[in-house]
């Protein structure tokens, strides 16, 4: 299935395991990807609906963003496989070319209300760190 956020177009699949609880896969693709723009998107969809995986603090991933990405640049050839399974996202596999190099992550988003945890690990191929210059990441 196709579909476009903001500037950014996506093809999905995805599929629901019924055993042993619910949880959905999905494998996402888009050539171009404009980053500031589709989080902008995702937090209106999150004000106007009522999505428990879209509740997060939008205003700091959107700070955070704005400290590595300026407006109009976009993430080339993405794709990502995102599995929700309850209260966890799980990010096994994020992938896209920035920079004139390839990023690689992985992520785990664990919402329990009894532990809010989440951790990324990035890897990183022959990025121009120049295209970086007076951005501070942290």
Known sequence: ???SIGESNFVVQGKKFSQPAPRWLFNIE????DL????????????????KFLKWNWDS???FL???AREGEFLEKSRAQVV?????IIIPRLE???YNGRAFAQTLVDRSPDKLFSETKFRFERINLAKLQGRSLF
Do not use: P, T, Y
Not at 30 to 33: D, T, V
Not at 36 to 51: G, R
Not at 84 to 88: E, L, N, R, T, Y
């Open 66 to 68: 704005k400290r590595i």
């Open 30 to 33: 888009s050539e171009r990807l």
């Open 84 to 88: 929700i399974d309850g209260s966890q």
């Open 1 to 3: 299935m196709g579909f």
């Open 36 to 51: 500031l723009n589709l989080f902008s998107q995702l937090h209106k969809c999150s004000e106007a609906i009522d999505v």
């Open 96 to 98: 896209f070319e920035v």
């Open 61 to 63: 991933i959107e700070k």
